[in-house]
């Protein structure tokens, strides 16, 4: 079997921040067998411990993540309310017009113990569990992120701005317990402004941060 080698994948993803004016929306195309083929990929993530009950709606689904997708339609939907709701929409109306999908990935945080309901993307508790389900939860996001680098799509891991609000959860039936941990943007090849992102060029050689320990004498 050929093998693709994955330090190539991991150097050649990157972030592209693709906008159109949202006058002028790309064409709302989304390949959903693709998109499906690569969730199910990042779903080979590590994970430790399962997600708490309260997550679980019915069925044993014990991932500490959830993936909402959203087609290109829906994207172009969603425009206009970003536009008319968020007290500051930031570029995100223009990648929404630029999007071929948009992956709204969550991580499941564990019930709080001090009585909160831990509603509406609140504060949790600061437990190595509730670590672990963030780490657990990155971990099929970068997946996410390399197979899509691997079959040539431009993405964007952005922390959302208003997308990562309760109404916008409530307007797309994610559970108010879950927390966006990333707005994932599936963008076109070509067209629109294209931006890198910031922290690209800003990186330290391994040495910086990573070095061999030894038991101190
Ligand atoms: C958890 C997380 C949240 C991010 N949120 C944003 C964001 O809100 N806005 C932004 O410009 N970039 C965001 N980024 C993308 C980084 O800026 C980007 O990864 C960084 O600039 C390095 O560029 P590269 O991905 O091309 O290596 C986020 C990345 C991560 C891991």
Not at 120 to 129: I, R, W
Not at 157 to 168: E, H, I, K, P, V
Not at 184 to 213: H, Y
Request: glycine share 8%; proline share 8%; aromatic share 8%.
């Amino acid at each position: 079997m050929p093998s693709y080698p994955v330090a190539d994948i991991l150097t050649t993803r990157k972030t592209t921040k693709v906008m159109f004016d949202p006058e002028r929306p790309a064409a709302p195309e989304t390949d959903r067998e693709t998109i499906e083929s690569l969730i199910a990929l990042a779903g080979w993530a590590p994970f430790h411990k399962p997600a708490h009950r309260v997550h679980w709606r019915g069925t044993r689904t014990i991932e500490p993540w959830r993936f909402h997708l959203a087609d290109a339609a829906t994207c172009r939907r969603l425009i206009g309310f970003v536009q008319d709701n968020a007290e500051k929409a930031g570029r995100v109306p223009q990648m929404l017009a630029a999007a071929q999908a948009l992956i709204l990935a969550t991580w499941l945080p564990n019930p709080p113990e001090n009585g909160d309901d831990g509603l509406n993307g609140g504060l949790f508790d600061p437990t190595m569990a509730n670590m672990e389900h963030i780490a657990a939860a990155s971990a099929a996001v970068q997946s996410f992120l390399l197979a899509a680098t691997e079959r040539g799509l431009t993405t964007y891991w952005s922390s959302g701005g208003y997308l990562r609000d309760a109404a916008t959860f409530d307007l797309l039936g994610i559970p108010a317990q879950q927390i966006l941990l990333g707005a994932v943007f599936v963008f076109p090849n070509d067209g629109g402004e294209r931006i890198p992102g910031g922290m690209r060029d800003k990186r330290s050689e391994r040495a910086a941060w990573s070095t061999w320990v030894t038991p101190r004498e």
